[in-house]
């Protein structure tokens, strides 16, 4: 079992750097790492993730609000390239795409994206969570195998 203190700092490196703190975890832990349980490592990183998540959705979704409501809006939207590239994007991968590489970009990036274009759909911070849990179980059993070798 790790410590409060390791465990609050390791969970808050998790919103940061998600894909790295199992494996700093395993890292900075060394030998003890045997002695901590895999479950613990799991737990730390999901909290951490489910904390971030929760923050930057929620603190996303007030931010596009606010900026939807402090501009002025043209009478026609002009389509530009990368316009178009992200409405390709989102409507062949969807909240699914997030969610699968979610541990790939990060908490803030993931959270703040679905907030951008997912906002009306009450399930996307469940599925976002979700997401994130597996990946924490998916790359804490990766840093685990490493460590064994």
Known sequence: MLPLYQSILFAFLAIVKFLFTPFTMMAFLGKDAG???????????????????????????????????????????????????MI???MRFGLFGIVLVSGLISVPVSAILAARFYKHQWHTPFWLILGFWFWALFLTSLAWVINLF
């Open 35 to 85: 002695r901590v349980e895999f479950a613990s490592i799991v737990s730390t990183t999901g909290i951490g993730a489910t904390v971030g998540v929760l923050f930057f959705y929620y603190l996303g979704k007030r931010f596009f609000a606010w900026w939807s409501g402090s501009r002025k809006k043209p009478n026609q939207r002009t389509f530009t390239k990368q316009r178009r590239r």
């Open 88 to 90: 390709r994007i989102k």
